[in-house]
């Protein structure tokens, strides 16, 4: 079956735009968590979504939000980006709970100019 | 809350050496414990995972990793590794809380 599928992969911004990322979970997984990495902090955790609802929050600021669709597909917005914001992100699937195991997608990879 | 520590950024081995990347872990609660391996310009993919029962977990490739709650570690370990095993490996822990937790990672270098 189809994985977990990242659009875009990758994206180059600037300093204040905003940006939207997509995750396509694998079918029938209904959690969705968003991390992101990078070489200095490693995986951080983001967000986790659950049936249309946040279920988990980490310690980000409000600029990093997201959502999830009824059909489980997953967004990821930050605003105001900056030069910090640089990043993989990743989005994990996994089925009603994150407890197990989390399949990710390839990433998104940002840039912020 | 909890953490976890990869003591070891980087680890350089010889193909067909064996190799141990520790993971230790801090949390007040009960803890799943697992390791995911990271190939370059890729996602993470999990090797192998601890709920309960046995303590030494076998895995893919040839991995495995012996939970010990005294020493609240989860280290990992592989008898003879392969170029292939080239990657970066992450240790992670989730508690009940449902949130999983990723350590620094652990470069792996075999070197031919």
């Known amino acids: 079956k189809a994985g977990v599928t990242q659009t875009p992969r990758y994206l180059i911004k600037t300093r204040g735009q905003q940006v939207t990322l997509s995750c396509s979970p694998i079918?029938?997984?209904?959690?969705v968590s968003w991390y992101q990495q990078t070489p200095g902090q490693g995986l951080q955790f983001l967000f986790e979504?659950?049936?249309?609802?946040?279920?988990n929050k980490g310690n980000f600021p409000g600029r990093f939000s997201g959502r999830q669709f009824s059909n489980s597909r997953s967004e990821m917005n930050v605003s105001t980006l900056e030069l910090g914001d640089s990043a993989l992100y990743l989005c994990?699937?996994?089925?009603?709970?994150?407890?197990?195991?989390?399949?990710f997608g390839e990433g998104s990879r940002l840039t912020v100019l | 809350a909890q953490s976890v520590t990869q003591l070891d950024s980087q680890v350089p081995v010889f193909e067909e050496a064996p190799v141990e990347l520790r993971c230790n872990y801090s949390?007040?609660?009960?803890?799943?414990l697992f390791w995911y391996v990271q190939y370059p310009n890729q996602g993470l993919q999990l090797l192998l995972k601890?709920?309960?029962?046995?303590?030494l977990v076998k895995g893919i490739n040839g991995f495995e990793a012996e939970f010990n709650k005294s020493q609240t570690s989860f280290h990992l370990r592989k008898p003879s590794v392969h170029i292939s095993d080239t990657a970066e490996y992450f240790c992670?822990?989730?508690?009940?809380?449902?949130?999983?937790?990723f350590g620094p990672g652990t470069s792996l270098s075999v070197i031919p």
């Open positions: 994990a699937s996994s089925l009603e709970r994150a407890f197990g195991e989390l399949f």
């Open positions: 079918s029938g997984h209904r959690s």
């Open positions: 979504y659950f049936s249309e609802t946040q279920r």
């Open positions: 949390s007040s609660v009960s803890v799943y």
């Open positions: 601890y709920l309960s029962g046995s303590t």
């Open positions: 992670a822990v989730e508690t009940s809380y449902d949130k999983v937790i």
